[in-house]
């Protein structure tokens, strides 16, 4: 089966179904539990008040809440109105300053507008949802300032026997409406994924985002290209994704393994591919100062 306007699609699906047990009350204690950037060191110290950041799907706001906590200037846009609300309405009762808009990301840069360049662009589990995501991350080029971090998580096929991407794209193309999907996800595969519902949410929420929603399957090596084609460079990545990235968080004295070159990356990807815990690829990028 075609799929025509995923965008739309999975607005609808996040419009209709937002984790409905994710109650304000929720959503503002998780914002006050989180820690900022727990995988990367190089933004976790940074001193963010004043910094200008755009959450670009930014959902309920649990992202870039935690950075208008500490005084940064939030602006989250978002295609659900039911989403940009409660995000609003988390930010009233957190008392802090943060804008929510409704909208595309594939407009991303006319809702922008003439704001100043942003210092940080978090995009969040959002881009493989999006009809026409490379311009996305283009846009994304044209927002930030020289020298700016795009925090970008998105569900990888190339990590964990493309579990997650594999049964989204099976109960998606065999259903043909949001609760037909949701009803064949959540047969065929319900049994295991509910033990991955962590944060707790309405079960038909949580079914919903993993088979009615669309995921484009992008893999990291086409992603790598697209930052890359937007001048962004590497500067992490959780899981890591070559051996050099890996040697960097091993505690152990691995210096005979520095030397395995490509077989070494190579182990570093099957490493991951192999294994039964679904979870989102986390790039941390940064935009090159002088192109
Ligand atoms: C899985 S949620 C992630 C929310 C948030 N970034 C987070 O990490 O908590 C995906 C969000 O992307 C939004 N979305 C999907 N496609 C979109 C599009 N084309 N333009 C704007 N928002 C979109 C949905 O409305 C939804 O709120």
């Known amino acids: 089966m075609a799929t025509p306007n995923i965008s739309n699609t999975n607005i609808g699906v996040f419009t209709e179904l937002p984790h409905a047990q994710m109650t304000v009350e929720r959503i503002v204690d998780r914002v006050r539990n989180a820690r900022l950037f727990p995988q990367f060191a190089d933004v976790r110290d940074l001193d963010w008040a004043g910094a200008v950041v755009l959450d670009a799907g930014c959902g309920a706001g649990m992202k870039c809440l935690p950075l ?3 005084g940064a200037e939030v602006v989250g846009i978002d295609g659900s109105p039911a989403q940009a609300s409660r995000a609003k309405a988390a930010a009233e009762a957190l008392g802090v300053d943060a804008e929510f808009l409704v909208g595309r990301l594939e407009n ?3 809702l922008w507008g003439d704001r100043d360049q942003a210092d940080l662009i978090i995009n969040s589990a959002v881009i493989h949802h999006v009809d026409g995501w490379r311009d996305v991350i283009a846009q994304f080029e044209q927002i930030l300032k020289p020298g700016g971090w795009l925090y970008l998580t998105w569900g990888d096929p190339s990590l964990s026997l493309c579990g997650f991407i594999l049964k989204n794209q099976i109960a ?3 259903g043909w409406n949001m609760r037909s999907r949701l009803k064949i996800g959540r047969a065929l595969f319900g049994w295991w994924d509910r033990r991955r519902n962590t944060m707790d949410v309405e079960l038909d929420s949580f079914f919903a985002d993993l088979y009615a929603a669309y995921y484009n399957p992008i893999p990291l090596r086409t992603m790598l290209h697209e930052l890359d084609r937007a001048n962004f460079r590497i500067a992490g990545s ?14 152990h004295n691995k210096w005979f393994l520095a030397h395995l070159g490509l077989i070494g990356d190579a182990v570093v990807r099957w490493r991951y591919f192999f294994r039964f815990r679904h979870g989102p690829r986390v790039l941390l990028c940064q935009r090159v100062k002088n192109h």
Do not use: C, E, G, I
């Open 68 to 70: 208008a906590l500490v």
């Open 108 to 110: 991303l840069s006319d």
């Open 172 to 174: 998606y193309r065999l």
């Open 238 to 251: 959780m899981p890591p994704f070559n051996l050099q990235q890996w040697l960097a968080r091993t505690k």
